[in-house]
DNA sequence: TCATTATATGAATTGATATTCACAAGATGA
DNA sequence: TCATCTTGTGAATATCAATTCATATAATGA
């Protein structure tokens, strides 16, 4: 894409990807109300007019923030599970994609949980047009994995589909959300036959 | 403890609890920052500068709700437990309570998980002091329970008991945001079954 | 080089809302 | 009933941070 760009065109780019970088830093740690835009300015080293020229106002910054990344996000996930067949495979690509992800991008998850957790309820412009749709993505592609997994006989037929798609993405985020808590991101490395073991067999001793 | 209070105590107590109450409403709709110190008070009915009598700050009003809320969520949890023996039926009684207490505090809850995950990773004071604490008596009590039983051979040995609290506090989260998402709480209840199955059995087919 | 255009600056403005405080109203008990 | 003490009020003030804009600086290309 780059490559059809003018020098100019492209420098603007970068100015603005530096803009949205120095963003997430800031709003990752001290969130969107205890962030303000001179707080961003600084990070950039821009002035805060200058940030006015790429973005309207601090509420389209954080916008176009989590549209890009939340859209980068679930782009890179879906495209790593793409070929991946058979359930087991399936749920190991995903629970290893999230640690990928979440080393390459360890600020921006905690403020996507923020906006998941935060907006959730809230029921937000934000969440419901930008960051529902793109999870919603990603749950269509566990459930249907899911539906051929029980019509092959892997996964028992007496829990819906949504439900384990649930448990699944609710077991992975509490690990992750430990592991974020401490910035020890191989400590969720280290779980991942943990969390497969949790998910397809249970705590029962069998 | 009421019955020890003159008249004049008790009503203070009672303004207290209404402004909290009022407090609790504001801010479960429209987060901290969404809600003003007016919307609170007239919600409360009373004057602004009325609740400045009450409270130093809005603030500490904030403080005030979370560890009053939080304190009575978990000692409900924890005393609802007390007597229950038997690993699978703590884990129902666990995940019973939280229906309850859901049903009781819906308002709340949501405030709860904002607080839980905004302030997790930025570490508030409120998070470490208040929050954090409480919950871990609740993971203490799990954990303990956990570790019985292993030692009495209903529950596999090869899992690390706080992976095993994590799981099960994050598989009933799931389905309990799912609810509260849409203010539908008898979509909780009717999940118990479900969730006791996806903890102790998993998803594979046996 | 110089005129023109694009980009960057940050002090000044504006708007919002948390907090204060001088005063009012109400309760209490002599 | 009156003096005193307690509680309530909300307009006025203080604070903080988003946004603007007149001006400065840098890039372009004739």
């Given at each position: 894409?780059?490559?059809?760009?003018?020098r100019?065109e492209?420098?603007?780019?970068?100015r603005?990807?530096?803009?949205?970088?120095?963003?997430?830093?800031?709003?990752?740690?001290?969130?969107?109300?205890?962030?303000?835009v001179?707080?961003?300015?600084?990070?950039?080293?821009?002035?805060?007019?200058?940030?006015?020229?790429?973005f309207?106002?601090?509420?389209?910054?954080?916008?176009?923030?989590?549209?890009?990344?939340v859209?980068?996000?679930?782009?890179?996930?879906?495209?790593?599970?793409?070929?991946?067949?058979?359930?087991?495979?399936?749920?190991?690509?995903?629970?290893?994609?999230?640690?990928?992800?979440?080393?390459?991008?360890?600020?921006?998850?905690?403020?996507?949980?923020r906006?998941?957790?935060?907006?959730?309820f809230?029921?937000?412009?934000?969440?419901?047009?930008?960051?529902?749709?793109?999870?919603?993505r990603?749950?269509?592609?566990?459930?249907?994995?899911?539906e051929?997994?029980?019509?092959?006989?892997?996964?028992?037929?007496?829990?819906?589909v949504?439900?384990?798609?649930v448990?699944?993405?609710?077991?992975?985020?509490?690990?992750?959300?430990?592991?974020?808590?401490?910035?020890?991101?191989?400590?969720?490395?280290?779980?991942?036959?943990?969390m497969?073991?949790?998910?397809?067999?249970?705590?029962?001793?069998?």
């Open positions: 894409m780059s490559g059809s760009m003018g100019r492209r420098e603007h780019a970068q603005y990807n530096d803009i949205l970088d120095a963003a997430e830093e800031c709003f990752a740690e001290k969130g969107f109300h205890g962030t303000t001179e707080d961003v300015a600084n990070r950039a080293e821009f002035a805060v007019g200058t940030l006015y020229k790429f309207s106002s601090k509420d389209e910054l954080y916008k176009a923030l989590i549209k890009e990344r859209e980068y996000l679930i782009q890179a996930g879906l495209e790593a599970m793409a070929d991946v067949v058979g359930t087991e495979e399936l749920v190991r690509c995903y629970i290893e994609t999230k640690v990928r992800l979440c080393r390459a991008k360890p600020n921006f998850l905690r403020l996507y949980t906006e998941r957790m935060g907006d959730r809230a029921k937000t412009e934000l969440w419901r047009e930008v960051v529902w749709p793109n999870f919603e990603l749950y269509t592609r566990l459930t249907e994995a899911f051929a997994g029980i019509a092959e006989g892997a996964l028992r037929d007496d829990i819906e949504f439900d384990m798609v448990a699944l993405d609710n077991i992975t985020d509490g690990f992750l959300f430990d592991a974020l808590d401490d910035d020890d991101i191989d400590k969720y490395a280290t779980k991942v036959e943990v497969m073991r949790l998910f397809f067999d249970g705590v029962a001793r069998k």
